[in-house]
């Protein structure tokens, strides 16, 4: 579980994610950093070497573009991990990713890139590079896109490029300058922009909040301290990274050397929970009440026996939960009766996460108090965090080691 720790143990040690990253390197070059799905294929893993190499490919492609320190690099992407790749890449050329949701219009994709006066920008696909071309002449300082997945048309030869190319020009750019890269990340100051995040604006236009390097660099250290994450955790990720809340993960993945499982795919979380088995995992508050809304209806359904069952198990984990939740440990009897409850119950219900969590946060919005309770019930831990697009997502978590942790 976390630890908590007051405000003046916490030892400040990073300045940059970029930073962070390349010591990350090379400290653990070959163990495991990312699992990422690949068409049909299933799962593939790539290494913080690998990982790393091909992050100073694409910062290495940047430069040879010639970005300059705090110039703006935007992102156009669902969640996968290119998306961390491209974002890592920018920050360690120096840049600063200006994060725009897929979902947005062309109009919205136009105005903040434009407003952000980025200069050049990754799209996911010929989808999203459609958006941008209808709206070319609103976006007077945007340079060159480098597309991720697909070709690149005939007609959009001169303003685009693949992926695969931008790195191939990296490589040959370190060719030449093998310390390129090297010498930009070990300049990085935290004061430097670092992300543009456009809040939604419930009131005219998006309004772009300005993130500095110190502040992921801060929110790293704190996760560090705490012990949010370690060295063996598996954490999946789906949440949207044009939204802060997955960009703080990113550093708490990174300080922590764990393993990240990146999969922006709604529709494929139950199944690839299962498959992918985490121990942490962050989510929203509608995840846990589909969950909750599932398994309740399935019980109905069921009826007779099996309903009995469950109703008695989830009375018998409430009793759990309540003593949990006061700071004691269930007696002899209760004990017992929460071990029966597990295997016939809760174990089939943990299953459904892969059955290796040993904790959830959810944030965003307030999560329901009987959501909570009903998972604690089931001997599953959520944590609740709040934060900000301004506060770089995390203003605190509840740290797990008090009584409501029980």
Partial sequence: MPESVAPERLTRKTKSIAQLLAKRVQDTPDREAYRYPVGDEGWRSMTWRQAGERVRAIAAGLLSLGLA??????????????????DL???????????VYPSSTPEECAFIL?????????VEDVKQLAKLVAHRK????LEKLVLIDGAVDAANKEWAITLAELEAAGAAHLAKNPKAVDDVVAGIEGTQLATLIYTSGTTGKPKGVRLLQECWAYCADSMDAIKLMGPDDVQYLWLPMSHSFGKVL??????????????????????NLAIVKPTIMAAVPRIFEKVYNKVIESAKTSGGAKLKIFELALKVGKEGSAVRQLGGEPGLILGLKLKVAEKLVF???KERFGGRVRYFISGSAPLSRDIAEFFHAAGILILEGYGLTETSAASFVNPGDGPQAR
């Fill in 69 to 86: 320190r705090e110039e703006r690099v935007g992102i156009l992407c669902n969640t996968r991990v290119d998306w961390l790749l491209a």
């Fill in 138 to 141: 609103e976006m007077p300082t």
């Fill in 347 to 349: 174990s089939k219900l």
């Fill in 89 to 99: 890449g920018i920050l360690s050329a120096g840049g600063a990713t200006t994060t």
């Fill in 250 to 271: 990113m550093g708490g993945h990174i300080i922590s050397g764990s393993v990240m499982a990146v999969d922006g795919r709604i529709p494929k979380l139950i199944e």
């Fill in 114 to 122: 434009a407003d952000s006066t980025t200069r050049f920008a990754f």
